[in-house]
């Protein structure tokens, strides 16, 4: 018991970002396309439907988002 450790503080998650994003199965990111919310009545029916599917994130985003997650690299297929 005596012993002097180095305890390293556990990795937070950031909730908000957690809530931006979707992680795959196989450890890819994806996020919601903009412009959703915002005066929506007056958009096509066309444009409405385009914002359900999700994008995947930009490789150069995608270290960033992983770092403020608290994960580990993506997994190699």
Not at 55 to 66: N, Q, S, T, Y
């Amino acid at each position: 018991m005596g012993e002097d450790i180095d305890i390293v503080p556990k990795m937070k998650t950031h909730k908000a970002t957690a809530k931006r994003f979707k992680i795959t199965g196989s450890g890819r990111l994806f996020r919601l396309k903009q412009r959703r919310s915002h005066l929506r009545r007056r958009k096509s029916k066309r444009v409405l439907r385009s914002w359900d599917k999700d994008v995947p994130l930009a490789r150069v985003d995608a270290k960033r988002v992983r770092q403020i997650l608290g994960l580990r690299k993506a997994k190699r297929k």
